[in-house]
């Protein structure tokens, strides 16, 4: 990896624009968990999240991310999500492995920033099911996996560490590219999960209800 500071100054800003649409479509399938969480989309939300982030978590840990990041394997949520599953009875849904035709620290950089950003959603979406008492509207519902997203503030972790990177453009292209595929592979998630029985309107989200921004 050579040293280009320019190519990937700001390197978080500059995914978060580059992905902006997707992450807004991906965010738009949920709005029925805001600002009164619904059972059906709460079912969908934790389904996909197993499906994607075992897809996802599998794949990086081919990747050299644990060499860059040492504490990365510690940081996975699956299963929280799976636990959080059984409790309440749902099935989970397979899915093709998630694959990329290189596997270099950029691309794992990408993916990472997509995978640690749905967390942060995650964190958004139970301080809000806390305000209005989720647990009471939800019953027999679990919350470990929204519960636990937020621990030791995970996602500024990883943006610090993006900050000392300095991938070349080709290398900082590479990682948007990646980056773009996880957010594609959520959305295949999304609809797979998908069925007659929890499939949800895809609403666009107001402004004050849209997931906070990565």
């Known amino acids: 990896m050579s040293v280009d500071a320019n190519a990937s ?17 991906l965010d738009s399938s949920f709005a029925a968990l805001l600002p009164v969480p619904d059972i059906a989309a709460y079912n969908h ?4 999240n197993q499906a994607a ?22 940081w996975s949520r699956l299963s929280d999500l799976e636990a959080d599953m059984d409790v309440m009875g ?19 950089v990408g993916v990472a920033y997509v995978l640690e950003g749905s967390r942060l959603g995650a964190v958004f979406i139970h ?18 996996y929204l519960a636990r997203s937020g621990e030791d503030k995970r996602f500024s972790r990883l943006a610090a560490r993006m900050d000392d990177l ?15 595929s996880a957010f594609d592979y959520f959305m295949k998630a999304r609809d797979d999960v998908a069925s007659s029985a929890d499939r949800l309107s895809l609403i666009h989200i107001s402004e004050p209800t849209r997931l906070r921004r990565i």
Do not use: D, I
Request: glycine content about 8%; overall charge neutral.
């Open 9 to 25: 100054r700001n390197l978080r800003f500059h995914l978060r624009a580059e992905t902006q649409g997707q992450h807004e479509a």
């Open 45 to 48: 939300f934790l389904r996909m």
């Open 53 to 74: 982030h075992g897809g996802v978590e599998a794949w990086l840990a081919t990747t050299p991310l644990a060499q860059w990041l040492p504490e990365w394997p510690e």
């Open 90 to 108: 749902l099935a989970p849904v397979s899915m093709p492995p998630f694959a990329l035709a290189e596997s270099g620290l950029p691309e794992a």
């Open 127 to 144: 301080r809000a099911f806390e305000k209005v008492g989720a647990p009471a509207r939800l019953p027999g519902a679990s919350f470990r």
């Open 166 to 180: 300095a991938f070349t453009k080709e290398e900082t292209e590479r990682c948007v590219g990646a980056a773009r």
